[in-house]
């Protein structure tokens, strides 16, 4: 137990996040959620800031391009599924480019058309489920309990953003960054 937290403590810290984005600018959106995670450890649903051995690309694509424009940033799901920033190429720094949900079994699909929206879309409080075709929702909100420290994070939120809470998640953010950027993502 001792050797398996030590190893989950090393993906933990900054500097193994911080290589993630291999010299890129990692956008100060998610180095604020960085600090408010390690007061506020569980504050969702198995989502985790965390480092990556870059390897764990290939589980996607052997592709050179994929694995340079591709970003993982975080766990998406306690089954394996990360998040990920989107290089699309059209030069777009990284707080604005696309977020992806990469998920070994079941594919890979936009949720967000950028940084700030996916962290609208955390105050939702629920884990992302692919089905090969489209990302879903893997709980009834009204059914389940909500997370450790949920209300902080909204709070937090608003605070540092000015951005209210996602009522409708399909709706208000995963529809419209579908509609944006996943014909471009899947022909990509």
């Known amino acids: 137990m001792d050797e398996g937290f030590e190893g989950l ?29 390690q007061d506020h450890p569980n504050y969702a649903q198995y989502f985790l800031l965390r480092g990556y051995d870059l390897s764990i690309l290939r589980n996607w694509s052997e592709n050179e391009a994929f694995q340079k424009y591709i970003i993982p940033f975080a766990r998406a799901t306690s089954f394996g599924a990360i998040y990920a920033l989107w290089d699309d190429g059209s030069g777009k720094e990284t707080k604005d480019m696309p977020v992806v949900v990469l998920d070994i079994e079941n594919g890979r699909d936009v949720v967000a058309e950028n940084v700030l929206q996916f962290l609208r879309l955390l105050s939702y409080d629920i884990e992302p489920v692919l089905d090969s075709e489209t990302v879903k929702l893997s709980n009834d909100r009204d059914n389940y309990a909500t997370s450790n420290n949920i209300e902080a994070y909204t709070e937090w939120l608003m605070e540092n953003f000015d951005v209210e809470p996602v009522e409708e998640p399909f709706e208000e953010i ?3 960054a579908e509609d944006k950027f996943a014909d471009a993502f899947w022909n990509w």
Do not use: H, T, W
């Open 9 to 37: 403590q090393k993906y933990r810290s900054f500097s193994a996040f911080k290589k993630n984005f291999q010299g890129r600018e990692i956008p100060r959106e998610l180095v604020l959620l960085y600090d408010f995670q």
């Open 174 to 176: 995963i529809g419209p």
